[in-house]
């Protein structure tokens, strides 16, 4: 055992190791190489750290930022240099966009030999530059352990994101004197969190002062902790107004309460767009008036005032002027909030509350029966009710049937829901699914999938094989990427290019291949049976659910219209759009 | 048809103070590349004793909107200690320095050297049949010498790019 103060000589591949053990880290999710060879043998009979190998990188940065949304804690990841980084660069991309908390640790061919276009290099760094929070070249043992603190800070702080470390190989072998006391090293990341006294006074009297109040609240909400969900409860209880949430925001506010408007956007129900339309005062808490969200900007809220509360100056009046900009963090700001209210009686709004509940009677949410196949939003509404009781992690991947999931599976809690919104990443929920698990062992987690994204990071059904994770994969089968295929039938007249799910393996005997269990469902009668099946196996399940070939996802807010022209069930449509709004995303 | 429209737009001159790491210039230069914004000039030097921090003067256009939200997205890298908009900061001094290679004999050399003389141009170099004209002084200053010299033989312009400074005591 070492003395008191007497550093041991490490290697930087040890000090790596100790490094991340005393951030508590538990899972590291990676894939070994060349260039991290070295830090592989120092994990090695490593007991303090579990090494999740996956089977693609992309695999391992999802199943970090899996793991991060749901745990609270920062996922961490670990690829070799060259193709290992670029493979990962989705990944981060997504937690970049998403602000989940990451630490992504690249290995790098050895100094000597960076720019000289060396077996398995890449300018990881200058890849990786603009798509995550800082990234660091470590050039010497001795600075690792201050670079790895910093990183952890810099990644869990102020408005979470990735932060990757690249490693030359050489310096992991290097050795630098090890303390295994925390590095002394000057703080320069120090995010604001609290909000000034005078906005906070402002905020106050302008919820108060409000006829027609609207909450909408954001992913801001679930990353600053299950405080903030509470407080966001409270000050909601203390006005009375109508909430709201984003894609990411979901569980921040329980779906279950009278208040509750359902997700607001492109494909949120009539009464959150038409409510933050018809809204005096907007009270934006942790969102960022993203264009899914927004629709045509000139159009979008124009009689409210806006309250924006939020970590990132940068979110600040960037697509939406606002009224009453607090920077902050969440949870410290809502507190503040509550605090300053104090014993006020709220202003009677029961006349908008009325008018809310005119909007909610248009009942927009409901879907028809029109063929003999299963509606994907039944199979999500079966599955909601048959998984309830067990409190589920849900994630799930890119497309129609992560909006049907959104808008028919009800989230009572945050960090329940783990879904790629900013970036929107086919190819997210399995990894994602397998890293919440590992966080959450016992835990049901299932991800829900459509059969054109789950086949983007099939090969982690390998990972949870391994680790023996009884991650549940629920795909609704429509043979299409429905998605693309409702944009092209409802913008390009039905010319459906390239969004056919030709060659579709067999998904249970695909499942089986990897050991999983595979169950079919093919008729609505065998729906909660096939469902019951999932949940009874003790084990990894896929179930391929074959569901209505084209049914479309409403409502929806079309490219170019404002936030209450929404398209609505049974409307009739163009299919047809100008060119102005062919243009936008 | 839809067609491309462009919003007004200001010119603002912004410094900003980095740690001294490798890296930092791309880092600055490739914020605003990534993410469309204007660069017509950048200049970048170590400023300490220690060699720990320094300046860089970026010269940027765009509308209001844009220029606050570089300005954020500046402040917002970890190596950024601080950003100044010098257009927003009241009066403040702006100053380039150039190169000047300008050639030829006779009436056109004498002309050269007499411009940069009202100029207040320093010559650096000098052969019988060319000049290097070292000129230091406002964008627009160089801009109107530069102009003048392509009718008397110029070569080459080397600029570096303007420096900036709040007038008055305080940093």
Redesign the interface.
């Known amino acids: 055992m070492n003395e008191a103060n007497v550093p041991q000589e490490r290697s930087g591949a040890s000090i790596l190791v100790e490094t991340l053990v005393a951030q508590g880290v538990e899972f590291v999710f990676g894939y070994p190489g060349g260039a991290v060879l070295p830090i592989y043998d120092a994990l090695f009979s490593e007991d303090r750290i579990r090494h999740i190998l996956v089977r693609h990188e992309a695999g391992a940065a999802h199943a970090a930022e899996g793991y991060a949304r749901s745990t609270g804690k920062p996922g961490v990841v670990l690829v070799t240099s060259g193709p290992g980084a670029t493979n990962a660069v989705t990944g981060i991309a997504d937690a970049f966009l998403d602000s989940i908390p990451l630490v992504v640790i690249t290995g790098q061919v050895p100094s000597g030999l960076i720019g000289s276009d060396a077996f398995q290099e890449a300018d990881t760094?200058?890849i990786t530059?603009?798509c995550c929070?800082?990234n660091y070249?470590v050039k010497d043992p001795t600075e690792l352990a201050a670079i790895i603190d910093e990183a952890f800070q810099?990644a869990t702080t102020?408005?979470p994101g990735p932060v990757l470390i690249d490693i030359p190989k050489d310096v992991q072998i290097a050795s630098a004197p090890w303390h295994d006391v925390p590095p002394q090293r000057k703080i320069?990341?120090a995010p604001q969190t609290t909000g000034g006294v005078d906005e906070i006074e402002l905020a106050v009297d302008m919820i108060a002062a409000a006829r027609a109040p609207v909450f909408y609240t954001g992913g801001g909400v679930i990353n600053a902790g299950p405080l903030a969900s509470e407080r966001l409860r409270q000050l909601q209880a203390l006005t009375g107004a109508p909430l709201t949430s984003t894609l990411m925001g979901l569980g921040a506010f329980p779906a279950s309460h009278p208040d509750w408007l359902g997700m607001l956007g492109m494909h949120g129900t009539y009464e959150a767009n038409w409510a933050m339309n018809q809204a005096d005062l907007v009270i934006c808490v942790g969102a960022r008036f993203d264009d899914r969200v927004t629709g045509r900007l000139d159009a979008f809220s124009p009689h409210s005032k806006k309250i924006h509360i939020d970590i990132?100056?940068?979110s600040?009046?960037?697509t939406v002027q606002v009224d009453l900009p607090i920077i902050g963090d969440c949870a410290e700001v809502l507190g503040q909030i509550i605090d300053a209210w104090g014993q006020r009686k709220p202003r009677d709004i029961s006349e908008w509350k009325a008018r809310v509940a005119g909007w909610r009677a248009k009942k927009s949410l409901d879907y028809p029966k029109t063929s003999a196949e299963i509606a994907p939003q039944l199979a999500i509404e079966r599955l909601y009710e048959l998984t309830k009781a067990h409190d589920p992690i849900i994630s799930t991947e890119v497309g129609q049937h992560q909006m049907w999931a959104a808008q028919h599976f009800h989230f009572n809690d945050p960090n329940r829901w783990l879904t790629s919104g900013g970036l929107g990443t086919m190819g997210y929920g399995l990894p994602a699914a397998i890293g919440a698990q590992c966080g959450h062992p016992g835990r049901l987690v299932i991800d829900i999938a459509g059969e054109a994204s789950i086949q983007m990071n099939i090969q982690e059904l390998g990972t949870a094989s391994q680790f023996r994770l009884p991650v549940k994969v629920f795909i609704l089968n429509n043979q299409w990427m429905g998605m693309v295929r409702q944009w092209q039938e409802l913008t390009y007249e039905s010319r459906y290019s390239s969004s056919y799910s030709d060659a579709l393996p067999d998904f249970v005997r695909l499942a089986e291949a990897y050991g999983w269990k595979g169950i079919r469902i093919e008729h609505e009668a065998d729906l909660d049976a096939g469902i019951q099946a999932m949940l009874a196996h003790d084990g990894p399940v896929l179930v391929d659910c074959m569901v209505d070939k084209v049914a479309n996802c409403f409502p929806m807010i079309p490219s170019g219209a404002s936030h209450v022209e929404m398209i609505l069930q049974g409307d009739a449509v163009a299919g047809t759009m100008?060119?102005?709004a062919k243009?936008l995303v | 048809m839809m067609h491309i429209i462009h919003a007004a737009e200001e010119r603002h001159v912004l410094t900003v103070t980095v740690d001294n790491e490798a890296g930092i210039l791309a880092k600055i230069a490739g914020l605003f590349t990534a993410r469309g914004y204007n660069i017509d000039s950048l200049t970048v030097a170590d400023i300490s004793d220690n060699h720990a921090v320094s300046r860089i003067t970026i010269v940027t256009h765009g509308p209001p909107r844009v220029i606050d939200q570089i300005r954020a997205q500046l402040e917002r890298l970890v190596p950024v200690h601080k950003v100044t908009d010098l257009t927003e900061g009241g009066p403040h001094v702006e100053r380039e320095l150039a190169l000047i290679k300008v050639a030829g004999t006779g009436d056109a050399r004498v002309e050269a050297l007499r411009l940069a003389d009202v100029f207040r141009a320093k010559v650096v170099d000098t052969t019988t049949a060319s000049f290097i004209f070292e000129l230091t002084g406002t964008p627009e200053k160089i801009d109107s010498f530069v102009v003048l010299m392509r009718e008397l033989g110029l070569v080459e312009v080397g600029r570096t790019g303007i420096v900036g400074m709040i007038r008055g005591g305080t940093a």
Do not use: E, M, T
Request: avoid cysteine.
């Open positions: 760094i200058g530059r603009h929070k800082h070249l810099i102020g408005r320069r990341y990132d100056r940068a600040i009046n960037k100008d060119d102005a243009a």
